[in-house]
T-cell receptor, first 113, second 117 residues
């Protein structure tokens, strides 16, 4: 099982450039999430999508946009990258049953210079 | 509001000795609680989860955690550390009714576990 996949694995951008991070899951989950991870901060929620066709802001949404393309795919877009967006980005999807645990992708390491 | 506090940012143990990673939470509801592990330059892997079925939860790789409501704690333990346990560990709470954000997770800041030979 592939689980949650993310592309690219690494990216370097110049300030002001744009890019889209891609995420896909093959577990038929309704809910998907984007987080950023910074040293000493744990993971912070950027945006989430409770179901296909819906998206909502999380804790740190400024500077980002998202698209829930279909049930499998959830993309994160940086329209004008800033050095403060240098981080590791994780996508996750959530089970509908039981404890509702989330399953994470391998991450995208983004550096903005 | 719910929150998670991991009491130690860094824990160092010798191989073969017990591991204790401490976590306290606050939640207005009956939470689901998780421990995730992150090895260097990897994604997060679910170690174990608590959903009110049993207060002592067993996870993968010999880890377990005990939910203590009176102490609002969910500490992670392992009887004997292995070199491969060196990683960062995150205590996480899911508050089903938080702000309408069903199932959203609140992460602790992490505890880095070092294992000495």
């Amino acid at each position: 099982n592939a689980g949650v996949t993310q592309t690219p694995k690494f990216q370097v951008l110049k300030t002001g450039q744009s890019m889209t991070l891609q995420c896909a899951q093959d577990m038929n989950h309704n809910s998907m999430y984007w987080y950023r991870q910074d040293p000493g901060m744990g993971l912070r929620l950027i945006y989430y999508s409770a179901s296909e066709g819906t998206t909502d802001k999380g804790e740190v949404p400024n500077g980002y946009n998202v698209s829930r393309l279909n049930k499998r795919e959830f993309s994160l877009r940086l329209e004008s990258a800033a050095p403060s967006q240098t981080s590791v980005y994780f996508c996750a999807s959530r089970t509908q049953r039981g404890a509702h645990e989330q399953y994470f992708g391998p991450g995208t390491r983004l550096t903005v210079t | 509001a719910q929150s998670v506090t991991q009491l130690d940012s860094h824990v160092s143990v010798s191989e073969g000795t017990p591991v204790l990673l401490r976590c306290n939470y606050s939640s207005s509801y009956s939470p689901s609680l998780f421990w995730y592990v992150q090895h260097p330059n990897k994604g997060l892997q679910l170690l174990l989860k608590y959903t009110s079925a049993a207060t002592l939860v067993k996870g993968i790789n010999g880890f377990e955690a005990e939910f203590k409501k009176s102490e609002t704690s969910f500490h992670l333990t392992k009887p004997s550390a292995h070199m491969s346990d060196a990683a960062e560990y995150f205590c996480v709470v899911s508050d089903p009714d938080y702000g309408g954000s069903q199932g959203n997770l609140i992460f602790g800041k992490g505890t880095k576990l070092s294992v000495k030979p």
